[in-house]
């Protein structure tokens, strides 16, 4: 055998070890994985009930959650095509109606203002009604006032139009976060939201190129048109989603929460979880004042001025990225062109920038992971804050654009990091209405990122723009050392801890099991027919309180006779009929409430 044989054999050898090992490792991981939903089942069988994040944690990752990751990118795509339409098609339309750079820049303003409405009637709605009819009214919104854009005759009826657009973009585009982050287990939320929003990215590209094809050619109507085309995709996808369980158990609908559960399961090919489905009603839901309460004020707060200065810096390097490669910006000619039109040298460059937010998905997804949300969200912000800086300084085209391409891979990070952090921090009972809101100065921040570029950019000088850019991302890094507690790996909350103490307590007192509804029997129960669940726990073993507290002192042993003084008086202090034994005294459940609500949360 020749040199040359034996090194085939050998590589053969090593690849098939190679191939072996992989193989091992796999059906290792897949047997861990099966025994873990194995462990989850018995302890679920011997409690004889189950929580939402406990059957989720059981059923785990599978098809139904992939599929409808897919289809809810399609959402965040068409949303994304909608916010970006306008810095491409803006000089056009200001040729096309001859505007004035400020009624060319009231578009775009107008698109954000009306979001802010859309935000606060969406976040209550959700948290009010269920999350799916607010998603099923936005994407209808969007879609069809969106294709109406395409046939406004004048520069008014245009401007109602897409602010009509901005209120339906306004009520859903946190209520998909909200939604894939209740529907999916703890370990993946972070992978669910990165590729929801590859999908936003995708957006992005997808109008670049149509509006560099159709343009020039078609004019901006056939541009409008063609970001209709996902939104209306949408339209026939949207009614098929389901309502989140999260909110039916706390709406007081756990039937529908388990049918919802059942469904996911059947999808995934595993068995549903045995028992009864736990259940805590809570009747005041979606309520601003909740989100400024003690135990949320301070992270409300940083979470309100880190989104506002996150969406200035996405915004203002979405809109400024045009501006500045046409204004020639690194070569010192800061002259207007004529044309109404970007070059295609112009639409490669935005090209090559938008494709920065591809980069910031890993960004996001490893730094979440690897140090938590609120620490990847100080180091972000941080490595942000130099790119901003590096900006004032232009050392030519090339360098321009490749320090826009890493400015928007990190703005876009960080508002990932916001998304995920904020509908974990929140419990499912104020989610929507705290994101909501917190979404509203969102559009501040992008308005008047728009004002910075089109207004202090051109008409003073473009490092005053840039010192304003280098302001926010530092007011951006210190709010992020504000947040509260680390929620990376933690479950989503749903209600007060006074609704759930309050109903354990009362369900303890009546003699009930932890699991279901009030008034729900344990398995084996053999109750009398007719006879109410106390009495019937009266009858056989005496009150309820004696029955979880142990016999007082009104029940003297079987060989005494029964008076008021048999009781066993604890240490040397005599026995009496109104003190009994203080290992023996019963608290009431009120006593008991109000015991725990004096503690410290």
């Given at each position: 055998m020749s040199y040359g044989d034996l090194e085939d054999v050998r590589m053969e050898s090593a690849l098939t070890d190679f191939t072996s090992q992989n193989y091992r490792t796999i059906v290792q991981n897949v047997d861990e994985q099966e025994d873990s939903r194995a462990r989850k089942l018995q302890r679920i069988k011997r409690r004889g009930f189950y929580n939402v994040d406990e059957c989720m944690e059981y059923i785990g990752m599978g098809k139904y959650h992939w599929l409808w990751m897919g289809l809810f990118g399609i959402s965040s795509m068409a949303q994304a095509v909608e916010i970006t339409l306008s810095s491409l098609i803006l000089s056009d339309l200001g040729c096309y109606?001859?505007?004035?750079?400020?009624?060319?820049?009231?578009?775009?303003?107008?698109?954000?203002?009306?979001?802010?409405?859309?935000?606060?009637?969406?976040?209550?709605?959700?948290?009010?009604?269920?999350?799916?009819?607010?998603?099923?009214?936005?994407?209808?919104?969007?879609?069809?006032?969106?294709?109406?854009?395409?046939?406004?005759?004048?520069?008014?009826?245009?401007?109602?139009?897409?602010?009509?657009?901005?209120?339906?973009?306004?009520?859903?585009v946190f209520l998909i976060i909200v939604q894939v982050a209740e529907l999916c287990p703890t370990a993946y939320?972070?992978?669910?939201?990165?590729?929801?929003?590859?999908?936003?990215?995708?957006?992005?590209?997808?109008?670049?190129?149509?509006?560099?094809?159709?343009?020039?050619?078609?004019?901006?109507?056939?541009v409008v048109l063609w970001a209709a085309i996902p939104c209306v995709i949408m339209l026939f996808i949207i009614p098929f989603a389901d309502e989140s369980p999260k909110y039916c158990i706390i709406s007081g609908d756990p039937e529908k929460a388990k049918a919802i559960l059942t469904k996911i399961a059947h999808f995934n090919q595993i068995e549903m979880c045995p028992g009864e489905l736990e259940s805590y009603v809570e009747t005041r839901r979606g309520r601003l004042a909740d989100i400024f309460a003690p135990n949320f004020r301070q992270v409300t707060f940083a979470l309100i001025v880190a989104m506002f200065a996150a969406n200035f810096m996405y915004y203002g390097a979405i809109y400024a990225a045009p501006?500045?490669?046409?204004?020639?910006?690194?070569?010192?000619?800061?002259?207007?062109?004529?044309?109404?039109?970007?070059?295609?040298?112009?639409f490669v460059f935005d090209l090559i920038i938008g494709c920065g937010e591809f980069l910031s998905i890993p960004i996001f997804a490893f730094s979440s992971e690897l140090l938590g949300r609120v620490r990847a969200a100080n180091v972000v912000s941080a490595c942000l804050l130099v790119f901003v800086l590096l900006l004032?300084?232009?050392?030519?085209?090339?360098?321009?654009?490749?320090?826009?391409?890493?400015?928007?891979?990190?703005?876009?990070?960080?508002?990932?990091l916001i998304y995920i952090y904020t509908p974990e921090f929140y419990p499912t009972y104020i989610r929507s209405i705290a994101f909501g809101f917190i979404m509203t100065f969102s559009a501040w921040g992008g308005i008047l990122a728009i004002i910075n570029v089109y207004v202090?950019?051109?008409?003073?000088?473009?490092?005053?723009?840039?010192?304003?850019?280098?302001?926010?991302?530092?007011?951006?890094?210190?709010?992020?050392?504000?947040?509260?507690?680390e929620t990376l790996g933690q479950r989503l909350e749903d209600n007060r801890p006074e609704t759930v103490m309050s109903m354990r307590s009362s369900r303890a007192s009546n003699g009930e099991g932890g699991a279901g509804t009030a008034g729900q029997k344990k398995e084996g129960d053999q109750s009398l027919p007719g006879t109410p669940l106390g009495e019937q726990q009266n009858s056989r073993t005496g009150t309820p309180e004696q029955?979880?507290?142990?016999?007082?002192?009104?029940?003297?042993?079987?060989d005494q006779p029964a008076t008021a003084s048999s009781a066993t008086p604890p240490f040397d202090q005599p026995a009496t009929a109104s003190t009994p034994p203080f290992d023996?005294?019963?608290?009431?459940?009120?006593?008991?409430?109000?015991?725990?609500?004096?503690?410290?949360?």
């Amino acid at each position: 055998m020749s040199y040359g044989d034996l090194e085939d054999v050998r590589m053969e050898s090593a690849l098939t070890d190679f191939t072996s090992q992989n193989y091992r490792t796999i059906v290792q991981n897949v047997d861990e994985q099966e025994d873990s939903r194995a462990r989850k089942l018995q302890r679920i069988k011997r409690r004889g009930f189950y929580n939402v994040d406990e059957c989720m944690e059981y059923i785990g990752m599978g098809k139904y959650h992939w599929l409808w990751m897919g289809l809810f990118g399609i959402s965040s795509m068409a949303q994304a095509v909608e916010i970006t339409l306008s810095s491409l098609i803006l000089s056009d339309l200001g040729c096309y109606w001859n505007l004035t750079v400020w009624e060319e820049v009231l578009i775009p303003c107008m698109v954000m203002l009306c979001s802010i409405p859309g935000d606060l009637v969406g976040g209550r709605l959700a948290d009010t009604y269920g999350r799916f009819p607010v998603l099923v009214a936005g994407q209808v919104i969007i879609a069809v006032f969106g294709v109406l854009s395409a046939f406004a005759p004048t520069y008014i009826w245009y401007l109602i139009l897409r602010c009509v657009v901005g209120f339906g973009f306004g009520m859903i585009v946190f209520l998909i976060i909200v939604q894939v982050a209740e529907l999916c287990p703890t370990a993946y939320r972070a992978t669910a939201v990165s590729i929801t929003f590859i999908m936003w990215t995708f957006g992005n590209i997808y109008i670049i190129l149509g509006a560099w094809w159709l343009e020039e050619d078609y004019g901006w109507r056939a541009v409008v048109l063609w970001a209709a085309i996902p939104c209306v995709i949408m339209l026939f996808i949207i009614p098929f989603a389901d309502e989140s369980p999260k909110y039916c158990i706390i709406s007081g609908d756990p039937e529908k929460a388990k049918a919802i559960l059942t469904k996911i399961a059947h999808f995934n090919q595993i068995e549903m979880c045995p028992g009864e489905l736990e259940s805590y009603v809570e009747t005041r839901r979606g309520r601003l004042a909740d989100i400024f309460a003690p135990n949320f004020r301070q992270v409300t707060f940083a979470l309100i001025v880190a989104m506002f200065a996150a969406n200035f810096m996405y915004y203002g390097a979405i809109y400024a990225a045009p501006l500045l490669l046409q204004y020639n910006y690194c070569n010192g000619d800061f002259a207007e062109e004529d044309s109404c039109l970007l070059t295609d040298e112009e639409f490669v460059f935005d090209l090559i920038i938008g494709c920065g937010e591809f980069l910031s998905i890993p960004i996001f997804a490893f730094s979440s992971e690897l140090l938590g949300r609120v620490r990847a969200a100080n180091v972000v912000s941080a490595c942000l804050l130099v790119f901003v800086l590096l900006l004032e300084f232009c050392y030519g085209q090339m360098v321009l654009i490749i320090e826009l391409f890493f400015e928007r891979a990190l703005a876009n990070a960080v508002l990932l990091l916001i998304y995920i952090y904020t509908p974990e921090f929140y419990p499912t009972y104020i989610r929507s209405i705290a994101f909501g809101f917190i979404m509203t100065f969102s559009a501040w921040g992008g308005i008047l990122a728009i004002i910075n570029v089109y207004v202090v950019g051109l008409y003073t000088e473009w490092a005053f723009m840039w010192y304003i850019f280098g302001a926010m991302a530092i007011i951006l890094l210190t709010a992020t050392f504000f947040f509260g507690r680390e929620t990376l790996g933690q479950r989503l909350e749903d209600n007060r801890p006074e609704t759930v103490m309050s109903m354990r307590s009362s369900r303890a007192s009546n003699g009930e099991g932890g699991a279901g509804t009030a008034g729900q029997k344990k398995e084996g129960d053999q109750s009398l027919p007719g006879t109410p669940l106390g009495e019937q726990q009266n009858s056989r073993t005496g009150t309820p309180e004696q029955h979880n507290r142990g016999p007082t002192g009104s029940t003297p042993p079987m060989d005494q006779p029964a008076t008021a003084s048999s009781a066993t008086p604890p240490f040397d202090q005599p026995a009496t009929a109104s003190t009994p034994p203080f290992d023996q005294r019963v608290i009431s459940p009120v006593q008991d409430q109000e015991v725990l609500s004096a503690m410290p949360r």
